[in-house]
T-cell receptor, first 115, second 115 residues
Framework: ETGVTQTPRHLVMGMTNKKSLKCEQHLGHNAMYWYKQSAKKPLELMFVYSLEERVENNSVPSRFSPECPNSSHLFLHLHTLQPEDSALYLC??????????????FGEGSRLTVL | AQSVTQLDSHVSVSEGTPVLLRCNYSSSYSPSLFWYVQHPNKGLQLLLKYTSAATLVKGINGFEAEFKKSETSFHLTKPSAHMSDAAEYFCVVISSTSGTYKYIFGTGTRLKVLA
């Protein structure tokens, strides 16, 4: 079983749909992250959770709504998205929030296309 | 504040020849530095990390990187490129501000390996 699992791997949705991305980590980590990766742009940090509490929200539009019901699961709820939201959404986890040496473990991403 | 600069957005090498992917960092203290690799439609995988131990760091798949404080560099090298090395590579530094740590990603270098 891989350390960080994301579902679905691919998602196509219309602008009026509501869908969710799911992330599950099997590493016993305490921090989880959502990143957005668009073509020709640097990786963008969207949300950070530590011990199920949101600790960072980087000016992300409200059409993206994260949820962290426990330290192993992280969701990204999507509604009324725009075509420019089409991207690869990456989930990551780390042992703890921050720290000077900890590494991030990434899932394989969910490729989202908004029509 | 800490930052990283990847000097080349694209690098092409022939199979069997050396690989050099360049990264310069900016940090007011001894940084933690990472290299990640991303194959097409996949998540990011850790190649190697430097956390103030040995300056020459060996990673997976024959890659290594050398931390050079005098040059503020952390270049990634491999003696002999393989077709499977074709991917995007990201240099990452951990940034610390008032006890809060963040992962700062470079813009990536796409490596092409020619047969």
């Amino acid at each position: 079983e891989t350390g960080v699992t994301q579902t679905p791997r691919h998602l196509v949705m219309g602008m009026t749909n509501k869908k969710s991305l799911k992330c599950e980590q099997h590493l016993g980590h305490n921090a989880m992250y959502w990143y957005k990766q668009s073509a020709k742009k640097p990786l963008e940090l969207m949300f950070v959770y530590s011990l199920e509490e949101r600790v960072e929200n980087n000016s992300v539009p409200s059409r993206f709504s994260p949820e962290c019901p426990n330290s192993s699961h992280l969701f990204l709820h999507l509604h009324t998205l725009q075509p420019e939201d089409s991207a690869l959404y990456l989930c990551a986890s780390s042992q703890d929030l921050g720290g000077a040496t900890g590494e991030l473990f990434f899932g394989e991403g969910s490729r989202l296309t908004v029509l | 504040a800490q930052s990283v600069t990847q000097l080349d957005s694209h690098v092409s090498v022939s199979e069997g020849t050396p690989v050099l992917l360049r990264c310069n960092y900016s940090s007011s203290y001894s940084p933690s530095l990472f290299w990640y690799v991303q194959h097409p439609n996949k998540g990011l995988q850790l190649l190697l990390k430097y956390t103030s131990a040995a300056t020459l760091v060996k990673g997976i798949n024959g890659f290594e990187a050398e931390f050079k404080k005098s040059e503020t560099s952390f270049h990634l090298t491999k003696p002999s490129a393989h077709m499977s090395d074709a991917a995007e590579y990201f240099c990452v530094v951990i940034s610390s501000t008032s006890g809060t740590y963040k992962y700062i990603f470079g813009t990536g270098t796409r490596l092409k390996v020619l047969a």
